[in-house]
């Protein structure tokens, strides 16, 4: 048995002089994937959604927005939670939270943004 004191003394691991683990050794790599799942996935969450917070309390009359569903739609009136949007030739009731982007200008082949083009 060549090796069985190679092989001891490779199991004798971070021990103190009792023959005890350090506790504080012992979780540094719990703590440590915490602080990389922290930066990497829930700070820039919460980032995120603080943005789509405060760009739907910015919402008004008259905006070209997205839905999360994909419907493109000029704001008609707004309620507490509801959003009445004009999508063409009608208009379509969204919960205000559906409403992912709001547009600088009416999408190309929208039917309302031609009719407004002719109001003016």
Do not use: C
Not at 17 to 46: E, H, K, S, W
Not at 48 to 76: C, P, S
């Amino acid at each position: 048995m060549f090796f069985a004191d190679v092989a001891y003394a490779m199991g004798a691991g971070a021990t103190g002089a009792d023959g005890a683990a350090n506790p504080l050794t012992a979780m540094m790599p719990l703590v440590l994937m915490f602080v990389i799942f922290y930066f990497l996935l829930i700070r820039p969450q919460q980032k995120k959604a603080k943005q789509h917070k405060e760009m739907l309390n910015a919402l008004k009359k008259g905006d070209w927005v997205l839905t999360g569903g994909g419907f493109y739609g000029r704001i008609v009136e707004m309620h507490e939670e509801e959003v009445l949007l004009n999508v063409g030739e009608s208009d379509l009731l969204v919960n205000r939270s559906f409403v992912s982007n709001v547009l600088d200008k009416a999408p190309k082949a929208f039917p309302a943004a031609k009719n407004d083009k002719k109001k003016k």
